[in-house]
């Protein structure tokens, strides 16, 4: 998952403050339900407990905005940078990421209290117009990380054989919509950021790509389609898959999308009946490639899906992107619909996750930084149930690693012609 | 860790209400500083959660007794059974030993809650003779999981880079007292389990074993002694190890006992001072062996350590195994002595942990067992500071891999002469 | 390694015999100075024997060629395709892959035997006009294999700590040329096989990439400039390196090139002093990427790379792919050059192996197929020392994993401008 | 497999050179099947190379006698000890155990060659009396490497899809006998080396090991019976198990005896019919022990095994330790018998690996040493029939991991009585 670089001086001043409020706020809320216990757990190396979530935002606002910028700061505790930094090596040594779930101290409400601390000090910074880019940025990592706590938790409360669940509400039936193509007639398109919004480094710079005529399904894959594929032995067929994909399901005795479980699947309201209409989830780059070879089509580049996105005059299509299942409360995230490129779920891209033409990271620990990851990654495009409202746009890039699926990663189809 | 088995019907009816009221209390004393996160990780497979301890104990109760002796009792959650389960394969499937640290549900609150259950249903069959021996076992058995957690949870803590602790004891200083041998003419001695009070299965049965003329020292290795070894190039000389143990040593990039840090070692209490005067800890049979070719000596047989025990009479020697700092209440366990056979740690053998002539693991679940772990490993005799109070006798076999360290293991040598 | 697709009837009938003659005799020849035990055994999982590699093109020939083609042709022997087979998953069942290396029979002389054999009835079919391309197919195939022979049987004699070799001519030094810089106007570049020649199907289909403005350097980087780069601390920088090189490096205790030892390098000619002229070779993406940052350069695009080789118009460079030091006979392949695109080694490029746009592999095992592992690899451009002559060509994609560097690899530097 | 000491100075002077020339030429007439690249392979670390063998067993020489005892020698290679040196840490670095499959050079027939320096130059020593025991030491060291060399490359052959084979001769029928059980007493046995002939240094000291009345069986378990065993779901029954060999059998999918394939075995004549009258072979400890208990009875302690060995009066008893189907020239070993103590396989005992009381190591190299290898591992006890003529003693100390089974290891029952 991408960390944010500002573009352009925002003048975002005014709201500031309230949208400060409303993503801390909002990330408090999604652990609600979570006792000190839930939020401690780790269940693998990918991911991380919902409590390290929480402290690890919040390292970010002590680090680079108040230590940095606020006059006479003093951190909370000086020892939690140890244990809260994630990556960033410019920012020194930091706790083995198999080890964060053996922090039962300190505990939930104590991070809580430091985000409290944390907030106060804030207050005095969010008028400073300089410092709106960072702010901003600040903004984005922490609804980037609202969505990993969701991932994340989904998976650790998964592990528990008596099928716990953290919300009581289950989901809405889904319309089944007919299958449609958008054509796209190829030529030049633009690609990237390209307005004075907030973007992440990797999201440009702008630039021009020349594509193929081609077209793009209208709608995401359902769990219906994907048992059709079970039963007609989709994942005992080596000809379908990737090499690599291939080993991975024998090695893993991989059957069918991660959290499926007979009829049933888990969810953030514990096992419930899966809906065949419903955008299937929780699949794999490899599941998703052999998939498409399957049904006799291919997964979209990530400059065709951006094209369409962005509709034939580079303007945003008819898809709105406020209008999906995403995240805006606490509520569990569940993909409802399919017909939406945003709000549903990611998907996944047969390209690369690799620089754009003249892309450079930025200098220093916040410029640490997208590109890093660079190496053996796909692009995934759109915008999942557990995306932060606001997050959905045509040149978002996110990425994970062919075998990973534990996000909400779904497959919408492509083809040429 | 083994696993009782009655070898007599047991007077012990009058006092048994308040015995079972003592050990129940004292498991829930011990983890009454701990927090439901605390309570609910798992550092690594060997080890469980303090959560798991307090539940699989309980577990016992319910399934041993309450379901197969009081009439009408439902169990108190069906699901759990699976859950908290160890190793009895008659007893049904039970979760992957390396996921119990998943389980933040039931919390800690719902475990103490069962075991009120529980005790109270317990109530009715306490005065029930013929349940006596079960009932005994019962009690060693939860008594053997006490020490568990206390070790299980140091593991877990010493994890968090914080340096937290559960309680703020701190160790007295050690009197230093001069090594002693303790001679021995060889002959016959009498091993095993002798009287009607109770034991585990594995000490049994009583048999008779020729010994050669041997001496045992008076009292056990310190940590000055081990800062002379490691000084003198112990964890270098590949001549001083076993083969498998330089293979550890090596791989592990082993430099000292488990727990030290500079002059420091991890306790529950958190990082301490070292006392040099103290008895040596956190050793793995390995660094034992080692320790004693590097020091010209060698480690003790199980029969010689027992037949010392015993005294040359058969009689228990001066040491009194009430007199260590056993655990007898929620205090932090902390070796100090190091003359006593009972107390301190408990002491490496070169004996194969194997079975005794005639011996026969009993039928059923109860019984199961253990024979079963009599591969690989090797005995330990004593008690350490962490053991029930109550539970050190001659014959008692405690057990563990050579490589293993978290359990307090210590070293007292033997020679020939 | 990509195995390839006649993409048109070629009319090389007239020559075909004598080249056939001439790449199944180039084949032998370079196994020439190796014992039946050298040709037997295998390193690691990525590499094959010796003997493998001239078995395996056999099995090409007899099963694609002969038994499909050749009426009334019997097989050799009819258990050697399930041990000489490699991943056509539609030519069934295969020997594990890391099993290659216990195959001590069929012995060498045995596979010479068989190789005499298919050759003597391939004489019949090399005139076939319609079995041209297959041919050719074959041609390319096995002219793959020597190149891995070679980079395969120089990591297996590498592990002899006795310092073996299989020929004894030295490198002439290496002449030192200075950086200079091709530069390209960027625009519309026409990528990807494009005329009636033979190329593998992941070459095509030919289409349109839009560039920018870009230089590429003239030469390869050195030896020396490496040895710069290690003095530097390039190995303990952290923030020069991609994520997962990191950790690579790291896990792996990488502090030099693969073959490196002091001021010597392994090659097929034994230990040899390291020319500091001669450019570097056996290094990973990982590695070429942390040097490219280093250097405040970047790796090149697949496409950059490929519009510099065919030149402003369309056409292949000064460089002479012809010229370098590429393999046409059986001796010790050696870079030593550096100026060349074609002939010194592999050219790390930034671009992910994946699909061209309408690229569709081809049905059957014959087309089993590149297409199969275009995930998680970097495409890799020109050719190395070892590479058989007449496999330059601009449209040419080579890939490898990006910790993988037993092959001839190396770096040129790329710059926007 | 345990080294030598010598015990006392033996009076072999006359016939040395005799049988020197006897083993020096055994060994090599066991190889004399195998190619240079049979003798190369290695298939697992626990084996070795053919070639290693021969080349070891001469470095031994080379080493302890003629470098150390002949004058004026030179080394044959100087850096030959460092790959042909197995375990002797005193001797200096050597290669990695894994890596000696990686030695296609020297070849064989340089080993050969090497082989007749070495006996060449061991002439002029053969007849000096103070290093008899030297020698003595090194014939038993080359004879165990014999056994380990046929059980190597029976492992290494086996790999191989194509069936090899070494030898033609294939297995007469076996003799059904029926099951009887020898009694002894009970009372105190005298055990250990006791003669002034030669032994390992782990067989001794001799002394008294009390024993409780027990039976042995008059033969071995049949493979005919190990086909109940597993038609009764043996392999299928966690609780005839020990914990760490069930562990075992669910990780690696056991089903059967080592080398088994439907109603085969493969041995070094390739795939042959079993004999269900045949000694069952390859099996594991832990399957030794599941098949005792589920036939309701147990294997013997070492000290059963040869108190019964030694007859009631300390003798060695009817079975003729010469009379067995050992290695005695370079025929294909393969167990007929089933009723002789010594001959067909090597047989589990219950006890552990363990040193006998005042056992020590003897100093220096030569002495690098039984001791070393004292944990984690259970004593066989016999010989099998690949064991040389004359290795057949009833102190005789084998020793392998419990879940080691490529040597010819069987089951011999116990009872109580």
Chains 1, 2, 3, 4 share one sequence.
Not at 33 to 61: G, N, V
Not at 378 to 395: D, E, I, N, Q, Y
């Amino acid at each position: 998952m991408p960390h944010a670089q500002p573009r352009s001086v925002l003048t975002l001043g005014e709201d500031l403050p309230a949208r400060y409020a409303a993503v801390r706020g909002l990330s408090q809320a999604l652990a609600a339900p979570l006792s000190d216990a839930d939020a401690t757990i780790q269940s693998m190396e990918d991911a991380s407990p919902a409590k390290w979530h929480l402290a690890h935002t919040t390292w970010f606002w002590e680090t680079f905005l108040l230590r940095d910028h606020a006059e006479g700061y003093a951190l909370y505790d000086e020892n939690w940078p140890f244990v809260f930094n994630s990556y960033y090596e410019t920012e020194g040594e930091r706790i083995a990421r198999f080890s964060r779930g053996m922090l039962s101290r300190p505990t939930l409400s104590d991070i809580v209290e430091w985000r409290s601390h944390v907030d106060a000090a804030m207050d005095g910074l969010l008028g400073r117009e300089e410092l709106a880019p960072l702010i901003e940025l600040g903004l984005s990592h922490e609804q980037q990380h609202q969505e990993l706590l969701l991932t994340d938790i989904k998976h650790a409360l998964f592990q528990n054989p008596l099928g716990v669940k953290m919300w009581d509400v289950s989901a809405a039936k889904a319309h089944s919509s007919p299958n449609d193509w958008h054509s796209h007639p190829g030529g030049i398109a633009r690609i990237g950021h390209q307005t004075d919004g907030f973007a992440f480094d990797n999201e440009g710079p702008a630039h021009r790509v020349l594509l193929e005529p081609f077209a793009l399904s209208s709608r995401l894959v359902t769990n219906g389609e994907w048992d059709e594929f079970i039963a007609d032995g989709g994942y005992d067929t080596a000809t379908l898959w990737l090499s690599d994909g291939w080993g991975w399901v024998r090695k893993n005795a991989i059957r069918a999308p991660l959290y499926w479980r007979d009829d049933e699947q888990f969810t953030h309201a514990g096992w419930q009946a899966r809906d065949p209409d419903a955008p299937v989830t929780h699949i794999s780059y490899f599941e998703a490639d052999a998939f498409a070879s399957w049904a006799g089509h291919r997964l979209p580049t990530e400059f065709e899906w951006e094209a369409i996105a962005r509709g034939q005059e580079g303007e945003l299509p008819a898809h709105d992107p406020q209008g999906g299942n995403q995240l805006d409360d606490a509520t569990p995230p569940l993909p409802r619909g399919g017909a939406e490129l945003f709000g549903d779920c990611w998907q996944f891209t047969r390209s690369g996750y690799l620089p754009y033409p003249r892309f450079r990271p930025v200098e220093g620990a916040v410029g640490e930084y997208n590109g890093k990851f660079m190496s053996g990654q796909f692009v995934l495009k759109g915008a999942s149930c557990a995306t932060a409202r606001g997050h959905s746009r045509a040149s978002y890039r996110n990425f994970f690693y062919p075998h990973q699926r534990w996000q909400f990663t779904g497959v919408r189809l492509a083809k040429d012609i």
